[in-house]
């Protein structure tokens, strides 16, 4: 083990909801607008709620989301779940509607109700953070859980979250690998990180292999770009735990953690004063053409006498990802 090695993961969760609009399978395929149209102006409640998708996203027509709405809402007071789901995300984004988190629970609920995963892992969050509803963590879990269940990622993440933490159920950090393990098994990123982070969490001994494979599932997640997976696997490069050493694999995650994260933009700066021009250079020939040429016109940082921190107050923590990232159902 590297002489560099510390201790540097004192993980706490954040909670974070990924909002999206709900829309049949094989969104894929190119939209025929004119014959959704006349469908949706038939009273077709599937052809009305995919309508509005598309005005949402601007797929296969000019994006209007006072147009998406309006469809969306015909399906949705016709009793249509995914449309009702849809309308509830439209009023948390204020996406073609003022933003009203009351009128999102309301109609997540009714999505709910009807067995909607999607609305299910909604209804869970907003119980969880009191946002439209008086906050109840135990309903939080019974919505989770139903969501859950269904396989929806999100909610496996948020349920792992609650078990971790003794929200709404009793603290049980098996139970909460168990659910991030599920996510992490569908390939979700956010699944990947925790379960990666479980490796870790309140244990004062780590052995060399838990550091291994929790470094591999932070890795998984780090690939498909989740900003704090990015950010710890950086660190772990730099400590070499659970991996090999490497401060030029070190710059490179904390550059495109950096991207979306302040505190992964300073601890890269920082390792910068330790490296030579070469071992920079070869750094940056590793990052997306649009990561190095931002890095290339940078003011070079100030040399100070700080090392990197390895102190538990620098680490990344885990949660906390910045966004609401849209997608389909």
């Known amino acids: 083990m590297s002489c560099r090695k510390n201790v540097f993961l004192a993980l706490t969760i954040g909670v974070c909801a990924i909002y999206g609009f709900a829309e049949p399978p094989g969104n894929t395929v190119q939209v025929n607008i004119s014959e959704l149209t006349r469908k949706a102006r038939e009273g077709d409640i599937k052809a009305q709620n995919r309508l509005g998708c598309a005005y949402m996203a601007g797929d296969g027509v000019t994006k209007d989301t006072a147009k998406a709405v309006k469809w969306m809402r015909k399906a949705a007071e016709k009793g249509f779940a995914g449309a009702q789901c849809n309308l509830g995300v439209a009023y948390i984004l204020g996406e073609g509607v003022t933003k009203d988190a009351a009128k999102a629970f309301e109609w997540f609920m009714k999505a709910a109700e009807q067995g909607h995963a999607g609305a299910q892992f909604h209804t869970g969050f907003l119980y969880l953070n009191g946002e439209g509803v008086a906050k109840d963590a135990i309903q939080a879990v019974v919505w989770y859980r139903k969501a859950a269940e269904q396989g929806s990622a999100g909610a496996q993440c948020g349920l792992g979250r609650c078990y971790l933490r003794g929200e709404g159920v009793g603290k049980d950090l098996a139970k909460a690998t168990e659910c991030w393990k599920r996510a992490a098994e569908q390939g979700d990123a956010e699944g990947q990180y925790y379960l990666g982070g479980s490796y870790f969490i309140d244990k004062v001994d780590v052995t060399d292999e838990e550091e291994q494979e929790g470094v591999a599932w ?5 690939e498909q770009g989740y900003s704090t997976a990015q950010y710890f ?23 495109l953690a950096a991207t979306t994260n302040q505190d992964a933009a300073k601890v890269r700066d920082s390792l910068a004063q ?9 750094a940056q020939r590793l990052l997306p ?31 906390n990802t910045p966004g609401a990232n849209i997608r389909w159902w």
């Open 218 to 222: 932070i890795r998984k997640s780090a």
């Open 274 to 282: 330790e490296l030579t021009p070469a071992q920079i250079a070869e």
């Open 233 to 255: 696997l950086g660190m772990a490069y730099y400590e070499g735990t659970g991996i090999s050493q490497d401060d030029v694999q070190a710059y490179k995650w904390l550059s």
């Open 289 to 319: 053409s649009s990561v190095s040429k931002s890095l290339a016109t940078m003011p070079k940082p100030t040399k100070t006498t700080e090392p990197v921190s390895k102190e538990k107050d620098a680490v990344p923590r885990l949660g």
